[in-house]
């Protein structure tokens, strides 16, 4: 049997039960074909990057599969006829991770990149005039100067 990492997106009006509902149906459907589930991981209502089928945000499942090929197919096929699942996707690996998913680690403060500049290089000094904002961008790449802009002269 090969192992396979399947997470689906449920519509963001279904409650977090009717997704456990769903998440059980699924792995009923994977056992009845002769594979079986492992961990399976619940990451609750997040936001969409662009609107799918009307929605903003969606209910996030994991799970952790070792199945026949056909078993996975038979629920693709179930997810593609039922209305709640707005997206899934299932990639073979060649193992599992152990411990909790990326999207479940809670990461530490420390990690994060610091917001005080240390970490985007040097700033660059305007002298007295400050940023430019007039859409005067300067001399071009090939070093040719550019015609000055009729409202100055």
């Keep these: 049997m090969a192992l396979y990492e399947h997470v689906f997106l449920a ?23 002769g594979g079986k589930v492992g961990r399976v991981e619940n990451w609750g209502l997040k936001s ?3 609107r ?4 903003r945000k ?12 056909a078993a996975v197919q038979e629920m693709e096929r179930q997810m593609r006829i039922n209305e709640d699942i707005l997206r899934y996707m299932t ?13 479940m680690q809670k990461r530490d403060r420390d990690d994060r990149p610091r ?28 070093g040719d100067q550019r015609p000055p802009r009729e409202d100055r002269a």
């Design 58 to 69: 969606a209910h996030y499942a994991l799970m952790d599969i070792d199945a026949p090929a």
């Design 91 to 103: 990639i073979a690996v060649e193992a599992h991770e152990e411990g909790p998913s990326a999207m």
């Design 11 to 33: 519509r963001q009006d279904v409650s977090a039960q009717q997704v456990d509902a769903l998440v059980e149906q699924y792995k009923g459907v994977i056992e009845a074909n």
């Design 115 to 142: 917001r005080d500049g240390d970490d985007r290089g040097p700033r660059r000094d305007f002298g007295d005039r400050g940023p430019r904002r007039d859409g005067d961008r300067g001399p071009r790449r090939d």
């Design 48 to 50: 969409l990057t662009y």
């Design 52 to 55: 799918i089928k009307k929605n």
